[in-house]
T-cell receptor
Framework: DAKTTQPPSMDCAEGRAANLPCNHS???????VYWYRQIHSQGPQYIIH???NNETNEMASLIITEDRKSSTLILPHATLRDTAVYYC????????????FGKGTSLLVTP | SAVISQKPSRDICQRGTSLTIQCQVD?????MFWYRQQPGQSLTLIAT?????????ESGFVIDKFPISRPNLTFSTLTVSNLSPEDSSIYLC????????????FGQGTRLTVV
């Protein structure tokens, strides 16, 4: 079973920030939090990952709580093209491990 | 990064037949992963394919039904055998980019419909 819990769906107005929460209360010390998204009819796409510090890249920001039991993915200015299913996944950073996908959050960005 | 070409993108097959899906990567990778995504569901790992060894299958998936080949470091095939309507799904291959981030890259998927 997936180690994460996410709300099944969220809405966000175009241009506003989308904040997608994820609970991972059983995360181990050597596990990272990864975020992927899957736009309809496409393969999943890597967004960002982090261990314990907040991370930012050109796509999003990742905020991880101090106890590492939850995190939030932030899309600062959501566009219609951000409509997708977002998956929060915890895993070790070493290569050779497959991704354990949960049900994810279906984000709908509306005009 | 890694660019994955997956073929075919979609197919409609008769029950009882087989479909072979090809996955070509633009760089050499040690492991390739095959996933299934049933309609309206999340992705489920079928097997992990290493070059030069037999694939490792997850619980609920068997080699007779999902034979996998991995002849070299850039190519793999997944065959879905003895098709039934329950096999109608999207099948995706995935590789890791390597390096420190180890993010995964995915093909665009093969949408299989069994009639």
């Amino acid at each position: 079973d997936a180690k994460t819990t996410q709300p099944p769906s969220m809405d966000c107005a175009e241009g506003r920030a989308a904040n997608l929460p994820c609970n991972h209360s059983t995360i181990s010390g050597n596990e990272y939090v990864y975020w992927y998204r899957q736009i309809h009819s496409q393969g999943p796409q890597y967004i960002i990952h982090g261990l314990k510090n907040n991370e930012t890249n050109e796509m999003a920001s990742l905020i991880i709580t101090e106890d590492r039991k939850s995190s939030t993915l932030i899309l600062p200015h959501a566009t219609l093209r951000d409509t997708a299913v977002y998956y929060c996944i915890v895993r070790v950073a070493q290569s050779g491990y497959a991704l354990n996908f949960g049900k994810g959050t279906s984000l709908l960005v509306t005009p | 990064s890694a660019v994955i070409s997956q073929k075919p993108s979609r197919d409609i097959c008769q029950r009882g037949t087989s479909l072979t899906i090809q996955c070509q990567v633009d760089s050499q990778v040690t492991m390739m992963f095959w996933y299934r995504q049933q309609p309206g569901q999340s992705l489920t790992l079928i097997a992990t394919a290493n070059q030069g060894s037999e694939a490792t299958y997850e619980s609920g998936f068997v080699i007779d039904k999902f034979p996998i080949s991995r002849p070299n470091l850039t190519f793999s095939t997944l065959t879905v055998s003895n098709l039934s309507p329950e096999d109608s799904s999207i099948y995706l291959c995935s590789v890791e980019g390597g390096g420190e981030i180890t993010e995964a890259f995915f093909g665009q998927g093969t949408r299989l419909t069994v009639v």
